[in-house]
Structures are given as C-alpha cells and as structure tokens.
C-alpha cells in the first residue's frame, strides 16, 4: 500500500517508477480492512488489485513481480539486482517492504493470526465487542494493552502463559475491571479454519473465546535498508523523518517497516509523503543544478 501511493504521487509527477513488487504483503493472512476511509470493510487484495490498476494508468510507472537481493551505490546512482539476475539503476529508493510477524510456537496460533487471533483492536475491535475475548501478554506494556483493549469488550481474560508480572495493585485493578487472569501455560487453540473457539490450557481446562488479542514481536522483512546503512529504532522500525527520509541520502522508506501505526491508511498516508519528498529532491536536484 504505501509503495503503491509513492508510485502513484510520482507517476502524477511524471517520474519514471519502478515498483518492485514479492507479493508478501504484511496483513496477507487478513481477510478485511478496517478503519480505511471509502474502504472499510473491503478485503486487502481487492484493494491492491484496484490501487495497482490506477498506478499503472500512468504511463512513466512500471511494475514486476520479483525479489530484490542487493542494492549498492549512493544518492542518485543506485544499482539493484533481483533475483531473476535483473539490474536496474535508480536515482533514488524507497523500501515499502514491511515487516514479518515473529508467532509463538502455539499449536493453533499461525492458523487463526490475522483472521480471529489479532494485533489492533482499532482494525478488527469492533467486529469482536462484547465477545468472550483473550489477550495474550506483551512483552512491554501490559497494562496499557489490556486498558486499550478493555473498552471494546466486558469479557476480557488476560493470558499470561505461566507468569504473573502484575503487582498486587495492578491484580486489584484488574479484579475490579472484572478482567480475569489466567497465569496457566497455554497448550493450544482450538478453532475451525482460523476461527478460534476455545484456548487449551496445560492443566486441561479451557477457555471458550471469540477473539484472541496478542501483540508479537517482529523483524524487518528484508536487510536491504540496514546493508545499505539505514539506522533503526530501539523498537527496530527503520529510523525516518518526517517525510520518510532515512538516514541514508536518497534513501526513504514508508509503511509498516517505520511505523507502530500498522493501518492501510497509514501506509498509504506515508507513501504520499514519501512520494512528494522523492520528487522534491528530483525537482530540486534537475532545476537548480545545471
């Protein structure tokens, strides 16, 4: 989403694009897309399928399927090769390549992420309010997780899968929120073609749910920006400003790989950004130097 609006605010500029596209998209597994103004509701692929047909409308923006391997060079002289053995040169780069979802080893979980084991309660929350929901504990910020996630639903049972982080004021808290903790390991999810029906515990019990929150660490899609020297965030987003710039001359990227904000709108909002800096740089660079 966000290297498709970069392409199309610069093809509207009239520069030469190519986008570079593997087909691995971050909410692959994600059968609608919510909170997207004119497109709530509508399944990711179809809006894709409908945003790539507009892009390629303009004649100066080119489109492959294909995986990048390297990338060398600098600002305004990049070299990139794929892995069809393909080379192509680029004044400038933009990475719209997302990130890839590290799951827990939990029988069940791979099946139902993205469809009823979910990440953003501003995505997929209202589908699921007032359900028997889960969440299962982050790593960081557990009670500002369960206090978001709380006020789309009465029924939350917090998962902490064999530990128990939370102070004796924070369980008064919670005991109080009528938020139930559940400190046993879990053995399973039990669910029918991603929809998950019930968590198995170690001790044989089981709780029926509708939905199951769970916030999972991650890494970069791709090495690309960190060889070619791209900074990352502590929290390992690709470090950029405010118009996607990296730290990297001539190097932006947009998307799920640089933000926390994992929405469609987002990645589209900073794919424009990226693709009015790009052409600024461009128009900068041709007029004033010649």
């Known amino acids: 989403f966000a290297g498709l609006s970069a392409a199309l605010a610069l093809g509207r500029a009239r520069r030469t694009v190519?986008?570079?596209?593997?087909?691995?998209?971050?909410?692959?597994?994600?059968?609608?897309?919510h909170n997207f103004l004119t497109q709530d509701g509508a399944?990711?692929?179809?809006?894709?399928t409908a945003g790539k047909n507009q892009v390629l409308a303009y004649p100066t923006v080119h489109f492959i399927t294909g995986t990048v391997l390297r990338i060398t060079g600098s600002d305004f002289a990049f070299s990139i090769q794929t892995a069809a053995n393909e080379t192509y040169f680029a004044k400038k780069i933009l990475f719209a390549t997302g990130i890839t979802d590290l799951l827990p080893a939990i029988p069940g979980f791979a099946a139902c992420w993205g469809k009823s084991v979910i990440h953003c309660p501003f995505c997929h929350g209202y589908e699921v309010k007032d359900e028997p929901t889960g969440l299962l504990l982050p790593a960081d910020n557990p009670m500002d997780y369960i206090a978001l996630v709380?006020?789309?639903?009465?029924?939350?049972?917090?998962?902490?899968?064999?530990?128990?982080?939370?102070?004796?004021?924070?369980?008064?808290?919670?005991?109080?929120k009528n938020i139930r903790?559940?400190?046993?390991?879990?053995?399973?999810?039990?669910?029918?073609?991603?929809?998950?029906?019930?968590?198995?515990?170690?001790?044989?019990?089981?709780?029926?749910l509708k939905a199951l929150y769970a916030r999972v660490p991650f890494r970069q899609h791709t090495d690309l920006p960190a060889m070619l020297g791209c900074k990352l965030t502590d929290d390992?987003?690709?470090?950029?400003?405010?118009?996607?710039?990296?730290?990297?001359p001539g190097v932006f990227a947009a998307g799920d790989n640089a933000s926390r904000l994992r929405t469609v709108s987002n990645a589209v909002a900073a794919g424009t950004a990226a693709g009015i800096a790009i052409n600024k740089e461009l128009t900068d660079h041709s007029f004033f130097h010649f």
């Open 150 to 176: 709380a006020n789309w639903t009465n029924q939350l049972t917090v998962f902490t899968n064999g530990t128990m982080p939370f102070s004796p004021e924070e369980q008064t808290l919670l005991a109080a």
């Open 18 to 33: 190519l986008v570079i596209d593997s087909g691995k998209p971050c909410n692959q597994p994600t059968p609608h897309s």
């Open 181 to 208: 903790l559940e400190k046993e390991r879990i053995r399973d999810l039990q669910h029918s073609g991603g929809q998950v029906a019930a968590i198995q515990l170690e001790n044989d019990s089981t709780v029926a």
């Open 43 to 48: 399944v990711p692929a179809a809006i894709r």
């Open 236 to 248: 390992g987003y690709i470090q950029t400003g405010s118009l996607q710039h990296t730290t990297v």
